[in-house]
């Protein structure tokens, strides 16, 4: 059995897994100022972004849901892994070579399930692609050549074939060293009466990669008429492979998501590959499974979908009344984008596939121009189901549009639809046909419930929260000043912890120019999981001043803080004087008098030096 990994392999592990560039594979990150990053959290879903990374001191939090540590917590979380195994998924992606305190250097592949089972499907790849260009392969090469798919094309996309055989794989994985419960637990291999025996006979492959490119699972094709399976056959749900979770395609497309803000769902893999081959680099498919919630939630991360920023998705569909079922099935999921979301029907009900046969790469790229608003394809689609010629027809078809148009969120694109609506159904009577809406959407809403007011924060708590942010992130800017200050100058809970984490750590003043090591020596210091997420969240919330700034708003926070101590001085030494009798106490009474106006004076330059931010 392994040792534990070695401190110092730890350290390096982090000091060579850029925290920005490990997050960035899963999400996309935009510069929020000062240094930080921002994005949609992977950890829970939000409207708009309060996932805060800050590369300077190898940290994240988020605002939203609490989450926060940095890149190997960042791994554990996302990747659902112990601790070692995320230093070790981490040190291969780094190339290095991990040493254990006991039993010397382990490979990665004698640790951790995942990291067995990554191994095993990487290797299952190689050997399905390597297949694909054997004798016995010929009616997989057929089946590509058919659709437009050169050699080159399909070791781009790692496409492969499974040999018509009972174990084939399983033999070469076991000679590897894998397990027959590691290919049964992975879905690439069933039990059989022998021995595990291949899910994969006899059908063309497709490598499925999550968005850091690591194989989770497999899509295959028939092939042979003798196949008596269903034409498509998915991977079952694994450790690794959750279809509802999975997109094909998105480890080679969530850049140019990012980059261009724009997402096109396909239904396969061959359209897939039809689209980044005609220079549509957006596109991915599910995975035998329809277009759900859980798959938005990936493609919100690298859209980063929010109100400030307007992307595009696109659904393509047959122009049948399957395909325009399953749009109206987007439909219902659309609420759950910030995105301007499209549908791209095909008339002749051709897939991207299919239309890049007949009609080469440009007719792929027109369809996915000549994209429609999905609520104009849901408000059409619904209406062209009844008979427009009569009032009856009319009548039904807007009650049956109505709950559409009244869904949607933005109170301006309603009422243009609404518009468009009674256009189509030719009423030519927009008053009427919004007051049916109207009571659609009231029936739908329900009295409008009035946001509960925010309490007010605090100034004081505010000041105190500003100064803190600055110990752990600026230190040198406060340095002995602020280690200078009573315990009692911080009052909200959460800051008192923090101060008390601060001091234990030799306060701000040993903290040099602060950075990875001194925010490592905080996080030591933080006994608890709520101390060390407080410390955590501070050094990476932002500092509410400009860079060139942050000298002149250290002061003014210390100031401040300082006035608000001098304050609760100043408060009690007027408690005490009204307590005295001026006549028979006067020398008692003259001294606190004397000390209230010093302490007013102070009170006054304090407050000038606050101002001064």
């Known amino acids: 059995m392994a040792g534990r990994i070695r401190d110092v ?44 990374v800050t590369p300077e001191r190898g940290m994240y939090f988020c605002f939203g849901c609490g989450e926060g540590g940095d890149v190997i917590t960042f791994v554990e979380k996302i990747e659902h892994l112990p601790f070692g195994e995320a230093v070790e998924r981490l040190a291969q992606r780094a190339g290095i070579q991990l040493q254990y305190e006991q039993g010397g250097y382990v490979p990665k592949r004698d640790h951790g399930e995942r990291a067995r089972l990554i191994e095993a499907h990487r290797v299952a790849a190689e050997f399905y692609a390597e297949k694909l260009f054997g004798p016995d392969a010929a009616p997989g090469r057929r089946f590509l050549s058919e659709r437009g798919f050169e050699r080159a094309d399909a070791e781009a996309f790692g496409v492969g074939y499974a040999p018509a055989e009972w174990e084939a794989l399983a033999r070469h994985l076991m000679g590897r060293g894998f397990t027959a419960d590691e290919l049964v637990k992975g879905g690439l291999a069933r039990e059989g009466r022998r021995g595990p025996i291949d899910r994969f006979r006899g059908r063309l492959v497709w490598p499925i990669r999550d968005a850091t490119g690591d194989v989770i699972g497999f899509g295959a094709r028939k092939l042979l008429d003798s196949d008596d399976g269903p034409k498509y056959l998915n991977t079952p749900d694994s450790p690794l492979y959750k279809k509802s979770q999975v997109l094909y395609g998105i480890d080679l497309a969530k850049r140019e998501i990012s980059k261009r803000a724009q997402a096109v769902i396909v239904e396969g893999y061959t359209d897939v590959m039809a689209c980044h081959l005609a220079g549509v680099p957006t596109a991915v498919a599910t995975c035998g499974t329809s277009f759900g919630e859980e798959h938005i939630k990936i493609l919100r991360r690298f859209l980063l979908d929010q109100a400030e920023f307007r992307g595009e998705v696109i659904f393509t569909f047959d122009g049948d009344a399957a395909g325009q079922k399953a749009a109206l099935r987007a ?11 499209y549908v791209a029907v095909q008339s002749d009900g051709l897939d991207p596939c299919d239309l890049r046969i007949k009609q080469g790469d440009a007719a792929v790229r027109d369809l996915i121009a000549s994209r429609e608003p999905l609520f104009q394809f849901a408000i059409r689609s619904t209406i062209s189901r009844y008979d427009l010629r009569s009032n009856e027809g009319k009548i039904a078809a807007l009650d049956a549009a109505a709950p559409i148009v009244a869904g949607i969120k933005d109170v301006g694109l309603r009422k243009r639809y609404a518009i468009d609506l009674d256009r189509w159904l030719g009423f030519m009577d927009e008053r009427f046909v919004m007051q049916r809406i109207g009571e659609v959407a009231n029936t739908q809403q329900g009295r409008p419930q009035r946001a509960p007011k925010a309490a007010p924060v605090d100034p004081g708590v505010r000041v105190e929260g500003e100064l803190l942010k600055l110990a752990v992130q600026r230190p040198a800017l406060l340095g002995p000043r602020f280690d200078a200050l009573d315990q009692q100058a911080f009052t909200a809970p959460d800051h008192v912890v923090l101060h008390k984490v601060i001091v234990a750590a030799g306060g701000a003043g040993s903290a040099g120019h602060g950075g990875r090591e001194w925010v490592d020596r905080l996080l030591e210091q933080a006994h608890d999981e709520s101390a060390r997420g407080l410390v955590t969240r501070f050094a990476v919330e932002p500092i509410q001043a400009d860079a060139h700034a942050e000298e002149r708003y250290a002061g003014a926070m210390l100031a401040a803080i300082e006035a608000i101590a001098v304050d609760r001085a100043i408060a009690q030494v007027k408690s005490r004087i009204q307590r005295l009798n001026p006549v028979e106490e006067q020398q008692e009474y003259n001294k606190l008098f004397g000390e209230l106006v010093a302490l007013e004076q102070q009170r006054r330059v304090l407050r000038e030096r606050a101002a001064g931010s």
């Open 331 to 341: 439909f219902a999921d659309e609420q759950k984008f910030v995105t301007q979301t």
């Open 9 to 52: 392999d730890i350290a390096l592990v982090r000091e060579r897994s850029p925290i920005a560039d490990v997050i960035g594979e899963h999400i996309q990150l935009r510069n929020a100022g000062g240094g930080n990053l921002k994005g949609l959290c992977p950890f829970h879903d939000e409207k708009s972004p309060s996932f805060n």
